[in-house]
């Protein structure tokens, strides 16, 4: 710079003291900007990633949510219909636990603007490797279904049962229907962007396994086996 | 400001004498002021917003402490006398039958069907204990209590930390090696008396921390644990016939319904229950 004003003549010191007032004006501008910028997002309002419409945890949340909701209902069914303590109770932990689920689940939904419910009418098409490598055989035939829900001719059947043979039937529609919900599970385990949802669908992987286990055997203590 | 308009106005009119001889002439003070009041006002904002940000981390790392998070995922850690074990959830027993706890009192295991009403409550007399495992693993906290230490002002301090906070129960447990005992699922804490801070903060690490208890989302409303008049509390020691530690219904259905040894053993009395 100083080589440039010797060098060169009058105008050229004007121009130089011009552009460095200028500079500093600009960097003045910026620093002040920046502190207007740091002043309005002092809230903290960080909004935590929102995951995207094709996300696993906006996938698993719906269809999850979907899942609870028919053990819910089979859940209600038990625990008006049984006399036995032992299966109005498990109906009742069943129904009150998923039944949080499924608020936890649409909360999250609610709060990243996602519908409650898949839109097309499509289930788990965020599990990309699916459920082909799982149960596809007996998939095939439950059009829309998800894996372990039951049919509508299975609810019916449900509820007009009573005594040891509505208890029976509820544990095996509820254990198949415990198993079927677990690969969903798994793969959110593994794969939710959001540490939180991994987190329920772990621990919803851990604590349907130890239930599916506690049906087993109340099936067996009735004379009974699980559905094949 | 004053100065400022002084300067330009010298400037633009001496503005051709200026370019011969001036290469060190004056100063443009007022472009100086006007940089150094822009950059004192930055500083200011900087600093303002530096303040305010260090103070709202302090709060929010004080608050976060004991608050459980992805980051932080068992504040417990970080309480002194914490006693930590791995159970294996969802075992359970007959309303008849009692588990051979490896804990008194105990904070995980096999547990009854039932679990206690965990929706607040102070119980005035002693539970079975069996019932009150089964509330830790929906992600209660238990606050036992040695009946012939703690009575009067403490046992208040101690109920209103319980009663009416949901997921909190609290009970009197005789023999109790400590005046006080906290027990979340996998967590114990025992403490000498009720004005020890870390009971707060067992409490707000553990109640329903979503890393730590088995069930997210069980409830503790009981529809088949009669609140008002609960299975008292055994007080003799299990007998040979007692569940281990590794028993409960889902064992035996593993084993193939094998019996454990110890049913083999002669029933000994056990006191009603």
């Keep these: 710079m100083t080589s440039e004003d010797t060098g060169r003549q009058p105008r050229s010191g004007t121009t130089a003291t011009r552009a460095v007032v200028l500079a500093v004006a600009v960097v003045a501008v910026l620093l002040l900007g920046a502190a207007v910028g740091l002043l309005i997002k002092l809230p903290g309002s960080d909004s935590a990633g929102t995951p995207g419409k094709d996300s696993v945890d906006i996938g698993f949340a719906q269809d999850m949510a979907v899942h609870h909701l028919q053990g819910i209902t089979m859940a209600n069914t038990a625990r008006d219909k049984s006399t036995n303590p032992a299966i109005r109770q498990l109906a009742f932990d069943i129904e009150s636990t998923q039944l949080e689920q499924v608020g936890r689940m649409k909360g999250w939904l609610t709060l990243w603007g996602a519908p409650e419910q898949s839109t097309d009418g499509t289930h788990m098409k965020w599990m990309t490797s699916s459920s082909h490598d799982h149960s596809s055989s007996s998939d095939a035939g439950r059009a829309g279904l998800m894996p372990g829900m039951a049919t509508s001719e299975e609810l019916a059947k449900l509820r007009s049962l009573s005594g040891t043979d509505l208890d029976v039937y509820f544990l095996q529609l509820m254990l198949r229907h415990h198993q079927g919900g677990a690969p969903m599970a798994e793969y959110a385990a593994r794969h939710a962007g959001v540490p939180v949802v991994r987190t329920l669908a772990d621990n919803m992987l851990k604590s349907q396994s130890s239930e599916g286990q506690y049906m087993k055997q109340l099936i067996t203590e009735r004379g009974a086996a699980p559905l094949p | ?273």
């Design chain 2, 1 to 273: 400001m004053t100065s400022g308009k002084k300067t330009k106005a010298t400037r633009s009119s001496v503005a051709a004498a200026r370019s011969s001889v001036v290469a060190n002439k004056p100063k443009p003070w007022g472009t100086i002021v006007a940089v150094i009041a822009v950059l004192a006002l930055a500083v200011t904002v900087f600093g303002y917003a530096y303040s305010q940000i260090s103070d709202k981390n302090q709060r929010e790392a004080a608050l976060a402490k004991w608050n459980p998070s992805e980051e932080n995922k068992d504040p417990s850690d970080q309480i002194q006398g914490v006693v930590k074990k791995e159970y294996k959830a969802g075992k359970h027993v007959q309303p008849t039958q009692r588990v051979g706890y490896d804990q008194s009192p105990p904070f995980g295991g096999p547990h009854d069907g039932a679990w206690a009403n965990c929706t607040g409550i102070a119980y005035p007399k002693a539970v079975r204990t069996e019932n009150m495992v089964h509330s830790l693993e929906h992600g209660a906290v238990w606050i036992a209590y040695n009946p012939d230490q703690i009575s009067g002002e403490p046992l208040d301090k101690l109920t209103k930390k319980a009663e009416g906070q949901q997921y909190t129960m609290i009970s009197p447990y005789p023999g109790l090696d400590k005046p006080i005992s906290l027990q979340a699922w996998g967590h114990q804490l025992k403490v000498e008396n009720a004005d020890d801070e870390r009971i707060d903060q067992f409490i707000q690490s553990l109640r329903r921390n979503q890393y730590t208890y088995p069930e997210i989302g069980a409830a503790c409303d009981s529809t088949t644990f009669d609140v008002d008049n609960p299975p008292p509390f055994v007080t003799d020691a299990p007998g040979a016939d007692a569940v281990p530690m590794d028993g409960g219904v889902e064992d035996q259905a593993e084993t193939g319904g094998t019996p454990p040894a110890t049913d083999a053993a002669p029933p000994v009395t056990q006191p009603s229950s």
